[in-house]
């Protein structure tokens, strides 16, 4: 039977042969050297290194690329609210598409080929983020997985109405139940935020992704919310069905304390999604020595066998001025700042971009470089996995649901197999 697509002669380990990839109806239909069979098309790889396609599991694209418009001064995270508010309540749909589009065709240049998003819904924009991420889904349906977090940024209990938003937005086709808990007025308002979540969560049948514990320390309980969400994660029986992304102010405890809550987060399945160029930039802000850097604990996490993966965040905003929404970059930076430098942890922290960050979004089951999974697959223009984020390599090809959906020569081709031109 004809192939629909074979790649010949690609590295998927440093410590085995070359091997070729066969591809017929979207999945994989081998892996193995010297496959003989007729194919549509074929990727000569030459040795180049295959790995499975890069997953974002936490993106805010309705708030991309406004780093120009109110520039921020003081560079803090109640500035990155505030200044971001202001902004949000000026949004018009045609300017949110565009942007997004823009953010979205840097990630699939990239090798990504699955994003979670995370639009505000909110009294200030209302639904404006869900409703062009719904039709951006659409668009981009044949060239990456695209999921919808109702995220409620401004909290729920403090702006009034943002619960029946919230639902409105489910009942549109958001994929996912967010929540901000800690962005309430006190610490029985956080725990009432959290139940809500679950309540919406339940109701729907959705997973559950939520930013939490986004400070440098415990010292408000607003941010000490992991140990509460995970009883709730088990109450509730949704082991496996939680993200929660940033998560600083866990790094700032000790072993005796932190040893604990990695136990917890491990015993619920949730996954946590480290966002190292947001809390990098925003981390530390008020301290005058010895500035903190504002990272969850990745290493203690990741040894501790908690699925950690890592995401973008923020693309030029004022959360983040810097970015073009690709992982291997920022995997590079990560594995600086968490000092994942030798070659076992460099591969961890390939895996956090891809299988753990896949895991994160609950794809994990139609994932990797496996007979009979989604052949998502990016070859990169390096000879060895281990060099992955060592080189940032351009992404020669990138394979969506076995069909190629960009080539970079001297120029990046993003083939569309939809009218989606822009």
Known sequence: MQLDLLIRDACVRDDAPLTDIAIRDGRIAAIEPGIDAPAHEVIEAGGR??????????????KALLHRRLPARLGTLDEAIRVTGILKSKQQRHDVLDRSRQVLDMAVRHGTVAIRAHPDVDLIQGLVGVETLLELKAEYQDLLDLQIVAFPQEGILKSQGTRELMIEAMDMGADVVGGCPYNELSWADTVRHIDMVFELAQRYDAPVDMHADFADDTADQRFAAVDYIAQKTIECGYQGRVSLGHVTSLGALDTAQLEPLVAQLREAGISIVTLPATDLYLGGRKDQQNQRRGLTPVKALHHGGVNVAYSSNNIRNAFTPFGKADMLQIGNMLAHVAQFGVPEHQLAVLGMGTH?????????DSYGLEVGRQADIVILDTFKVADALIDIPPRLWV???????????HRCDIRRHRCCAH
């Open 399 to 409: 394979v969506k649901r076995g069909r190629i959906t960009v080539v970079t020569q």
């Open 356 to 364: 753990n960050a896949a895991r994160a979004i609950g794809l994990h």
């Open 49 to 62: 290194v295959a790995i499975p396609g890069l997953v974002e599991p936490h993106l805010h694209l309705d």
